[in-house]
């Protein structure tokens, strides 16, 4: 019988976890061992579309044998990116997930459930190097890039485990508001987004799929240029370049002119709008011209402006989350405006729920245990 290996053969790109091969870099590598298309469907389908953590899911594809041993011997790409994931479920409804990477780090998702569709908000990097003053990851800098595999199977593990509301595990909103800045690692999420809208595994719709940048404009332009393009979601959190670059640092590189011009270039779709992320806190962005302000720059083009009270958390010292009134005042502000407004509250409050706040107590739990692994959440 012939011999085949895992070894990389021609230009293929070889990784060595399943989850990151496109399905057209997976039809090629099957090809170059010697098996039909029709075999890297069935892998590429099964992966995404099943449990691909389930130890006998190769078992049931109707695969040549030979392949099928390729796939189970010892040196195959393994099926998952992550050594084990905790899960930690709030009051409300959502869990948030703590995955843990076979080089030690750390990353968070989390599932929200919604009355229509569930969203599952992803982590694009561990870390950040945007260093945005109200956030946890930003306090923790810049580690890793994720790959698109890291990235899918956090998306691939909370879809098994939260069909919607109708019993589908096909149907759902992904939303890059995790831990990293996404076009920071741009080629990495834009192949997530063609591995989740691939016809051969889950077939969402990019428009699923919001990614939520700090305001990289040349990537923004970048991602301008691409035809299949998730919806766009920048952050704004102040209203003057001196506020902004503040809490903000890469408003100092990009400020807020050449930030909102680039938006008005943005190409949008039909009935598309841009979503502006607004973090209210209390005593910093929340003054009555701060919310003209933030008008006025959402009247430049179709766009839609989502409040988010600031999440406390204890690397943030002093930025508090703004009185209830003071928030209804600015959101019916816009509203009587005419502006599309919503208010957004953070999820899973009562788990460390602010992005990157998990893995920081996590980290410091660790440091102090002198390197014991706690283990607070519930392994799944
Ligand atoms: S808010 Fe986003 S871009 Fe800013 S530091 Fe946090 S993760 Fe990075």
Not at 9 to 24: G, N, Q
Not at 155 to 178: A, E, I, S, Y
């Amino acid at each position: 019988m012939e011999t085949f290996t895992w070894e990389q053969i021609d230009e293929t790109s070889y990784y060595d976890c399943l989850l990151d091969y496109s399905h057209a870099e997976l039809t090629r590598l099957v090809a170059e061992r010697g098996f039909k298309s029709i075999h890297a469907d069935r892998l590429f389908a099964a992966l995404h579309r099943g449990d691909h953590d389930d130890p006998t899911l190769f078992d049931r594809l109707q695969l040549p044998k030979p392949m099928l041993a390729l796939l189970n011997s010892d040196d195959a790409p393994k099926r998952s990116p992550f050594q084990r994931i905790e899960a930690f479920p709030s009051n409300d409804g959502s869990v948030k997930y703590l995955y843990h990477l076979p080089n030690g780090a750390q990353i968070e998702s989390v599932f929200m459930p919604f009355k229509n569709r569930n969203t599952f908000c992803i982590s694009s990097q561990v870390g950040c190097a945007m260093g945005c003053t109200f956030c946890a990851t930003g306090a923790m800098g810049f580690r890793k890039h994720l790959s698109a595999g890291e990235i899918v199977g956090q998306v691939l593990h909370m879809r098994l485990r939260h069909p919607n509301p109708r019993g589908q595990t096909t149907r759902f909103n992904v939303v890059f508001m995790g831990m990293g800045e996404p076009l920071h690692n741009l080629n990495n999420v834009m192949k997530t987004v063609d591995l989740l809208t691939d016809p051969h595994g889950l077939v969402l719709s990019e428009r699923d799929i919001a990614v939520s940048t700090s305001g990289l404009v040349p990537k923004i332009e970048q991602m301008a240029s691409y035809k299949k393009r998730p919806h766009l979601m920048v952050s704004i959190a102040a209203t003057n370049d001196g506020n902004r670059s503040s809490i903000m640092p890469v408003n100092r590189a990009y400020n807020l002119e050449k930030l909102l011009a680039c938006l008005e270039r943005y190409p949008l779709r039909r009935r598309e709008r841009i979503m502006l992320s607004y973090v209210v806190i209390a005593g910093v962005n929340d003054r009555d011209e701060d919310i003209a302000a933030l008008l006025a720059m959402s009247q430049r083009f179709p766009s839609m402006i989502n409040l988010i009270p600031m999440n406390e958390h204890e690397l943030s010292p002093g930025m508090q989350e703004p009185e209830e009134k003071r928030l209804q005042r600015m959101y019916q502000t816009l509203l009587d405006a005419g502006a599309f407004a919503t208010i957004r509250r953070s999820r899973g409050r009562d788990v460390a729920g602010a992005c990157g706040q998990l893995t920081t107590q996590y980290e410091r739990k660790a440091a102090t245990q002198k390197g014991a692994t706690p283990s607070p959440g519930t392994p799944v």
